[in-house]
Nanobody, 117 residues
Framework: QVQLVESGGGLVQPGGSLRLSCTASGMIFRIDAMGWYRQAPGKRRELVATITRGFSTNYADSVKGRFTISRDNAKNTVYLQMNTLKPEDTAVYYC???????????WGKGTLVTVSS
């Protein structure tokens, strides 16, 4: 199995920045891509950004130009740098990693990001 642990959430004012981190442990060989999803109150969980081990990235249109996903393969860690945050970015952010051999996903427990003045 793979364990994912997020950190870095918190309260920030509109226009501010936060950086989230997610570290994977366990059977690391079972994952390649890692990413971030978020779920706002009363809404469905949605993709934010993904990155492969080869550093190919994908972003939701709503965060392009404001969020940057990166990873350190040596540390099995993925980061999400969030700039110019908006109130609508308020959500629980979840780290995700699909198992590349089996039809399953690994999820972290989530970290809350609140954008409010």
């Amino acid at each position: 199995q793979v364990q994912l642990v997020e950190s870095g959430g918190g309260l920030v004012q509109p226009g501010g920045s936060l950086r989230l981190s997610c570290t994977a442990s366990g059977m690391i060989f079972r994952i390649d891509a890692m990413g971030w999803y978020r779920q706002a109150p009363g809404k469905r969980r949605e993709l934010v950004a993904t990155i492969t081990r080869g550093f190919s990235t994908n972003y939701a249109d709503s965060v392009k130009g404001r969020f940057t996903i990166s990873r350190d393969n040596a540390k099995n860690t993925v980061y999400l740098q969030m700039n110019t945050l908006k109130p609508e970015d308020t959500a629980v952010y979840y780290c995700n990693a699909p198992d590349q051999y089996f039809n399953k996903d690994y999820w972290g427990k989530g970290t809350l990001v609140t954008v409010s003045s």
